[in-house]
């Protein structure tokens, strides 16, 4: 069911191609990174769809698995041109502004696959009250969302300590949203998440491995 909560919202989700996907990551044995790269952006993708109007969605990818997953929904899909995360942000950001006109716009991480759609509309209801917000990772140095309520103030800077850099013009909400803020990059995070309570996706594959 679609939120009214966040109705007005766009999002953008830049999911990497597969052999990009989580280089920190060291899987159960069994199961290729690439396969559980993919199940979380699926499980991620799924939660947004649960709560926001497909055509709130934009992905960016060259995953072709994720373009027809998205597509096959009703998402919009951006090729990714391949020069890096903030890019191809960039490039959902111009296809935003150019499809769908102004508005409020954020940019969520596809590594979520503990999201759930209270979750996501907990947090954008909160960034509403901000004309530029940002939600950090667990760890607090990284960023899981960004939001402004007008796209030409969204300016991604994702990577390395991007919290402390998105910071500097945004406020900061430490929202108290683990299934939001655990983004899966190593296999600590992908411990906690499965504590936390994983998507269907992530577990089918995860599945393979543990029987």
Not at 78 to 104: F, K, M, R, W
Not at 189 to 195: G, I, N, T
Request: charge should be negative; include cysteine.
């Amino acid at each position: 069911m679609h939120s009214p909560e966040i109705g007005s919202w766009r999002l953008i989700v830049p999911v990497k191609g597969q052999l990009a996907a989580k280089s920190r990551l060291h899987p159960p044995d069994g199961v290729a990174r690439a396969d559980l790269a993919h199940a979380f952006a699926l499980d991620t993708i799924t939660a947004v769809l649960a709560c926001m109007p497909p055509t709130a969605l934009v992905v960016v990818t060259s995953d072709e698995r994720v373009a027809g997953f998205v597509g096959d929904r009703g998402g919009a899909v951006v090729p990714d041109s391949g020069h890096g995360l903030n890019p191809a942000i960039c490039q959902g950001i111009t296809y935003v502004e150019a499809a769908l006109g102004p508005g409020p716009a954020a940019v969520l991480l596809a590594d979520i696959p503990t999201l759930r759609p209270e979750d996501l509309i907990s947090a954008l209801s909160a960034c509403a009250m901000h004309s530029q917000a940002m939600v950090p990772d667990t760890a607090g140095n990284g960023t899981v969302l960004l939001s402004a309520l007008s796209t030409t103030d969204l300016h991604p800077r994702f990577g390395p300590g991007s919290a402390d850099r998105h910071a500097h013009q945004c406020s900061r909400l430490d929202l108290d949203l683990p299934g939001l803020r655990t983004d899966v990059d190593d296999d600590k995070a992908l411990r906690r998440a499965v504590e936390i309570g994983i998507g269907s996706h992530t577990a089918a594959v995860l599945r393979l491995a543990w029987g």
